[in-house]
């Protein structure tokens, strides 16, 4: 073994083994205390992984009339209601323990998020950056209207003037779930389905999430998002895609 300390240390002298680094590549972080990088020292990965559970709102009054919503801010129902009621049990009867609940600021999901916390213990943070998708031309309209303006729009995924894309999404998104994970490891975040369905795509996750009220999917979040399992507290069976 000794050696071998000897051996590697040569070649370090004579430019053959790299000496130790900090570049980000290597993924290492902090200083070395051996000659060595490969034999010994003090190194830590940047392993700060948060589970994190992003679930849809429950069923709101433009849901119950089958109006695409984007951004726009109606209520929940009385069901919709009921919906995060019964959720918050199912989630208390699970036993995994969210040290954050946090939601959109959209009315929806912010009440659904505080119904949850009223359960399972917990205050609400509510950020903009969680909202739905802007739907553009389409907000307010129903399938049936959106289809004679705009035959197979839907089908064909050609979207109205307005409509934010995926990336957009992400991108406003994302810097708030980092600003999150430093100091969270077990998240709910309450949101949307265009929302979820955008990290979904962007992330290429194997399978569509669910997006009944109340369900959506479970993430690993790192230095990026990575879906896991779908998630469902909901028992509907979903009546309609809009978000």
Known sequence: MFQLLRFLELLQTVGALPWPSSDPIFGWHGRCRSNHYLLEGNYERDQHLVDLLILRHGQSEWNAEGKWQGQADPPL??????????????????????????????RRARRTAEIIAQVIG???????????RDAGAWQGLTRSEIETSWPNAIADQRWPEGYESDDAV????????ERLRGDYKNILLIGHAGLI??????ND??????????????????????PKNTADFSTEALAHGLE
């Not at 917990?122 to 739905?132: A, L």
């Not at 992400?170 to 779930?177: A, F, I």
């Not at 194997?206 to 990575?226: K, P």
């Open 77 to 106: 129902t009385e069901l919709g209601e009921k919906q995060a009621k019964a959720a918050a049990q199912k989630l208390l009867s699970v036993g995994h323990g969210f040290d954050k609940i946090t939601s959109s600021d959209l």
């Open 197 to 202: 369905r955008a990290l979904d795509r962007f």
């Open 170 to 177: 992400v991108h406003r998104v994302m810097p708030c779930l």
């Open 205 to 226: 996750a194997e399978e569509a999430s669910i997006t009944n009220h109340l369900s959506g999917r479970w993430y690993q979040l790192n230095d990026g998002l990575v």
């Open 122 to 132: 917990g205050d609400v943070s509510v950020y903009k950056e969680f909202r739905e």
